[in-house]
């Protein structure tokens, strides 16, 4: 990989991606492209802008916002007559994104990005094999940033960002927030799973993330957060999933600047729209003490009365209340409001919430061991 700072490769950007907040992003974007040969980012506008070619002696120009980045070195593309271990890039545009395989004429074999390997770009050429998380490729010697593969449950791989760039790096992402492109009011299957895709959105599975902390809460959790202002805030936490029925979750705030506003949630089990029989909360007008101890409630799931002549007060889940996304919310009953200091399941922009953060753009929650 090949990086000049402050160049931009004019005339050959066959697309322009925005809202893209970071140059391992970009080169993910890039990496799952066949015709993707060199890209410019520019940070402060979040811009990523993919290339068909190369430079020339005479294509590159001057723009301080940029940073100009070949993917790989252009001495390396050679014709080959079948290494299909590597990306290859096809002149005549046919090509094959499932396997990365090209017709018998007319294409060249190029080398992955320096330090990736594999048929997507999404092995390490550190480590042998596929490891279990973004630490254990860092600790093999992979140092860039990037989206790599996984393998937590011997099923099957998935594919994460890894960020080895903050605080030492190590970093695996299991959540991404950007732009509202993918729900987040899913069931509770679906967050078992996880769902979403590393090119814009995503949740890793909270089987995953069980499995990456190892069923203890000795890790640590980084949330990152942006608002539409460029503001830049960030939590670290003590965290982990420590069983995986309900996986409940701990959370032992460490620092950061954005304030502590998981502790409220420590220990409590993660619900859905589909799977909220432990909680309810209640609207402020009407909640009162005398209701939570006498019990005297019900949802649209089921009802309760420790007297049946006594008058049963209404209520929703809190995830029904948080438009049906999943999350550590707090159990038992409670006020609406009380549900959770923060929710980064919920809808994007307005509804995204953490303590007196307000107008949320983008979010990273990140786990390292």
Same mark, same amino acid.
């Given at each position: 990989?090949?990086?000049?700072?402050?160049?931009?490769?004019?005339?050959?950007?066959?697309?322009?991606?925005?809202?893209?907040?970071?140059?391992?992003?970009?080169?993910?974007?890039?990496?799952?492209?066949?015709?993707?040969?060199?890209?410019?980012?520019?940070?402060?506008?979040?811009?990523?802008?993919?290339?068909?070619?190369?430079?020339?002696?005479?294509?590159?120009?001057?723009?301080?916002?940029?940073?100009?980045?070949?993917?790989?070195?252009?001495?390396?593309?050679?014709?080959?007559?079948?290494?299909?271990?590597?990306?290859?890039?096809?002149?005549?545009?046919?090509?094959?994104?499932?396997?990365?395989?090209?017709?018998?004429?007319?294409?060249?074999?190029?080398?992955?990005?320096?330090?990736?390997?594999?048929?997507?770009?999404?092995?390490?050429?550190?480590?042998?094999?596929?490891?279990?998380?973004?630490?254990?490729?860092?600790?093999?010697?992979?140092?860039?940033?990037?989206?790599?593969?996984?393998?937590?449950?011997?099923?099957?791989?998935?594919?994460?960002?890894?960020?080895?760039?903050?605080?030492?790096?190590?970093?695996?992402?299991?959540?991404?927030?950007?732009?509202?492109?993918?729900?987040?009011?899913?069931?509770?299957?679906?967050?078992? #799973? =996880?769902?979403?895709? +590393?090119?814009?959105?995503?949740?890793? %599975?909270? &089987?995953?993330?069980?499995?990456? $902390?190892? /069923?203890?809460? #000795? =890790?640590?959790?980084? +949330?990152?957060?942006?608002?539409?202002? %460029?503001? &830049?805030?960030?939590?670290?936490? $003590?965290? /982990?999933?420590?069983?995986?029925?309900?996986?409940?979750?701990?959370?032992?705030?460490?620092?950061?600047?954005?304030?502590?506003?998981? $502790?409220?949630?420590?220990?409590?089990?993660?619900?859905?729209?589909?799977?909220?029989?432990?909680?309810?909360?209640?609207?402020?007008?009407?909640?009162?003490?005398?209701?939570?101890?006498?019990?005297?409630?019900?949802?649209?799931?089921?009802?309760?009365?420790?007297?049946?002549?006594?008058?049963?007060?209404?209520?929703?889940?809190?995830?029904?209340?948080?438009?049906?996304?999943?999350?550590?919310?707090?159990?038992?009953?409670?006020?609406?409001?009380?549900?959770?200091?923060?929710?980064?399941?919920?809808?994007?922009?307005?509804?995204?919430?953490?303590?007196?953060?307000?107008?949320?753009?983008?979010?990273?929650?990140?786990?390292?061991?």
């Amino acid at each position: 990989m090949i990086k000049q700072n402050g160049k931009r490769l004019e005339n050959q950007v066959i697309d322009a991606v925005d809202e893209t907040y970071s140059l391992a992003e970009c080169l993910a974007l890039c990496t799952r492209r066949y015709d993707c040969k060199s890209l410019n980012y520019a940070e402060r506008l979040s811009m990523c802008e993919i290339n068909s070619e190369f430079e020339s002696s005479e294509s590159l120009s001057d723009d301080q916002q940029y940073v100009y980045v070949t993917t790989v070195d252009t001495d390396s593309c050679e014709p080959s007559a079948g290494n299909f271990s590597e990306c290859c890039y096809d002149v005549t545009g046919s090509y094959n994104l499932q396997d990365r395989s090209c017709p018998g004429s007319s294409f060249q074999w190029c080398t992955c990005m320096d330090g990736f390997t594999g048929p997507k770009c999404t092995l390490s050429s550190s480590f042998s094999g596929i490891a279990v998380s973004c630490q254990q490729y860092q600790d093999a010697g992979h140092d860039l940033s990037g989206v790599l593969q996984i393998d937590l449950t011997s099923i099957a791989p998935v594919d994460v960002i890894c960020d080895m760039d903050t605080d030492d790096g190590g970093w695996t992402v299991i959540q991404r927030r950007s732009d509202g492109s993918c729900p987040f009011n899913n069931t509770w299957d679906e967050y078992v #799973n =996880g769902f979403g895709s +590393v090119d814009d959105e995503y949740w890793l %599975g909270l &089987e995953n993330i069980y499995q990456l $902390s190892e /069923g203890s809460a #000795n =890790g640590v959790l980084r +949330v990152e957060i942006t608002d539409y202002s %460029g503001n &830049e805030y960030y939590a670290t936490y $003590s965290f /982990g999933i420590v069983e995986n029925s309900r996986y409940r979750a701990r959370f032992t705030h460490i620092e950061g600047n954005a304030g502590d506003s998981l $502790s409220y949630n420590d220990n409590q089990p993660f619900s859905t729209r589909d799977l909220n029989d432990d909680l309810l909360c209640i609207d402020d007008e009407t909640f009162n003490d005398e209701i939570v101890d006498e019990k005297m409630f019900s949802s649209s799931d089921n009802s309760s009365s420790d007297n049946n002549e006594e008058e049963v007060v209404d209520g929703i889940s809190c995830s029904e209340y948080s438009a049906g996304t999943g999350w550590w919310f707090k159990s038992g009953v409670v006020r609406c409001i009380d549900c959770s200091l923060t929710n980064l399941n919920a809808p994007h922009a307005a509804a995204l919430k953490w303590g007196s953060i307000q107008n949320i753009k983008q979010i990273e929650l990140k786990y390292r061991n």
